[in-house]
């Protein structure tokens, strides 16, 4: 991929970019929603992330320090990946 080369999908914007948003769908309550690779770019870019499987809104993933927490009811934790984090396709900004 050239760096002029966006991985997202066409008609989609990332919040607060001017990239398009690869694997991107839509809920039906507008929110977006995205696979694992895209979800991690946006920590990298200092958002926080979460998964719609949590149904928790102060459960949310971040980037501190160079790595990645997970922060539970306020609570930093060593997050520790699953297959499910990786596969499913529920992540979005929160």
Request: hydrophobic share 35%; net charge negative.
């Amino acid at each position: 991929m050239t760096p002029d080369q966006s991985p997202l999908p066409v008609g989609i914007k990332s919040p607060d970019s001017e990239k398009e948003l690869p694997e991107a769908i839509k809920t039906k309550s507008d929110k977006v929603l995205f696979d694992f690779p895209t979800a991690i770019r946006m920590v990298t870019e200092g958002k926080k992330i979460s998964r719609e499987e949590w149904k928790n809104p102060k459960i949310y993933g971040v980037m501190k320090n160079e790595m990645l927490i997970l922060c539970k009811e306020d609570k930093d934790h060593s997050w520790i990946i699953s297959t499910g984090d990786l596969t499913n396709k529920d992540w979005f900004v929160v």
